[in-house]
């Protein structure tokens, strides 16, 4: 008997299943603590938005600038790349990551504050777009781009002034979108970037190709995309203005901030309304933007659309799992359970005590058993490490496995080294076929950046470097 859960999951005879490889399986074959990610789910989720949006916008061009921030791991890019999404990078890092991803340098854009003259020059070398934050960025690009005999490709990253909506954050209820986007350090103050444009069109060495904004996840209500779209060619209609009257955008990008659609998440605090499709979205952002570039005398015909998805492509694609490893019962004080198990809030970046579920979770090898008992579900670290308190559970026993459901977005990126752990790693999962993308860190790993003083040298016990790395096991 099956059970679908998702593109990716479901149960098959009382075991959670990622497409056709079953979890505990896994569980026992790499170990735990561990990220898994499905490719099948992944590019489904692509064709999702390249569809809904392509058949939206027949007049010109779209682009999924996936952003890499949400796994940036070289085997996902790849995949990606594989199957045609442009990338949005942010600072030299992800910009390499890219690179090492097999993005087109055309469908790689760099993106972000305080991008250093370093970045900027690297970005002109590949030939990649890159996206201004601050007005010294534009003399970077002109100086860059001088010295290498170049021109760059720029887009302006504007804050679309949303006065009339009066509408609250997803992500921090107690204030307004329009504060927040306005407050935010991300793009370049209203009251700079104007002056940028006169400055730019005269520059040699540099061609501003078009727009850019990024609001991000603050709400999924359809109104609030009209808005920010309204707003953003009201920006659009001021450079034009400030150029001379006679200038047009070649690409306009929307940024992310698009749910997914089980819109799980740990880092917005409001979620509990009905997420739009993709379709959804689609269609708002372009006739929006195809009404309002025209009721202006813009011809978007041939115009270049992207929209930068993180957490609506990646959030659903990935498990995390983790073994039960000591059942605890106290009955003389109070009643309660303890499950211990080998992940950590410092690999899933939550807080240390959930009364509520992070995230929808399972006991993969009892994954349609009665939840006939309640536990503490705790982590491994020195911290109060409540992952989970008070929760429904199977009866638990050690080596059970425990699945954390939507943990594809935001969460690898974000582990520590706390208590000198090694981070987990992941695997990829096609089918049947599972194999590792990121291995796990070893002890010789989290201790490689230190340095020890010579007047310190012969000091203690045995060098850094001494523990068996383990390497050997993933070559």
Not at 182 to 203: D, F, N, R
Not at 258 to 275: G, K, L, N
Not at 318 to 339: M, S
């Amino acid at each position: 008997m099956t059970e679908t859960l998702s593109r990716s999951l479901s149960i098959r005879d009382g075991r959670l299943f990622i497409e056709e490889c079953d979890v505990a399986e896994l569980a026992d074959r790499f170990g735990t603590p561990l990220f898994v990610v499905s490719e099948n789910h992944l590019v489904e989720n692509l064709r999702d938005y390249e569809e809904a949006f392509s058949k939206h916008w027949p007049e010109g061009e779209f682009r999924v600038m996936a952003a890499i921030k949400a796994n940036p791991n070289t085997a996902i890019r790849r995949i990606l790349t594989r199957e045609g999404a442009g990338c949005d990078t942010f600072g030299r890092g992800e910009l390499e990551l890219a690179l090492r991803g097999g993005v087109d340098p055309h469908d790689l854009a760099v993106n972000g504050s305080i991008k250093s003259r370093d970045v900027i020059a690297r970005a002109i070398e590949v030939g990649c777009h890159i996206i201004l934050d601050s007005p010294i960025e534009l003399d970077y690009c002109e100086e860059e781009a001088a010295r290498q005999g170049k021109t760059a490709q720029m887009l302006l990253r504007v804050k679309p002034w949303l006065g009339e909506l009066d509408m609250a954050s997803d992500f921090f209820p107690d204030r307004t979108i329009r504060d927040m986007t306005q407050t935010v350090k991300y793009g370049i103050p209203t009251s700079e970037m104007l002056p940028m444009v006169s400055k730019a069109i005269q520059l040699e060495h540099v061609d501003l190709v078009g727009v850019h904004m990024h609001a991000g996840r603050h709400s999924k209500r359809l109104e609030f995309w009209e808005a920010l779209v309204t707003a953003q060619v009201d920006m659009i209609d001021r450079i034009r203005t400030e150029a001379g009257g006679n200038w047009a955008p070649k690409i306009v990008s929307f940024g992310g901030g698009m749910a997914a659609i089980q819109d799980r998440e740990t880092r917005v605090a409001v979620t509990d309304y009905e997420s739009p499709q993709i379709e959804d979205y689609a269609r708002v952002i372009t006739e929006t933007f195809r009404r309002e570039m025209t009721s202006r005398g813009f011809d978007t015909a041939g115009m270049l659309i992207e929209v930068e998805p993180g957490r609506g492509l990646h959030n659903e694609t990935g498990i995390h799992l983790a073994k039960v490893h000591v059942i605890k019962h106290e009955t003389e004080n109070i009643d309660r359970v303890w499950a211990e198990t080998d992940t950590s809030e410092v690999f899933l970046s939550i807080g240390g005590l959930n009364v509520t579920p992070p995230f929808d979770y399972m006991i993969a090898n009892k994954a349609d058993a009665e939840m006939s008992e309640v536990a503490d579900i705790a982590g491994l670290t020195c911290n109060y490490e409540c992952l989970i308190e008070q929760t429904p559970v199977p009866h638990l026993e050690p080596g059970d496995v425990l699945t954390f459901l939507n943990t594809g977005s935001y969460i690898e990126p974000y582990t520590c080294n706390f208590n000198m752990l090694p981070r987990p790693g992941m695997v990829l999962v096609s089918g049947d076929r599972a194999e590792w993308i990121k291995r796990p860190e070893t002890l010789d790993e989290v201790f490689a950046r230190d340095v020890v003083p010579q007047h310190l040298e012969g000091i203690g016990g045995p060098p850094v470097g001494s523990p068996r790395s383990g390497k050997e096991k993933y070559d």
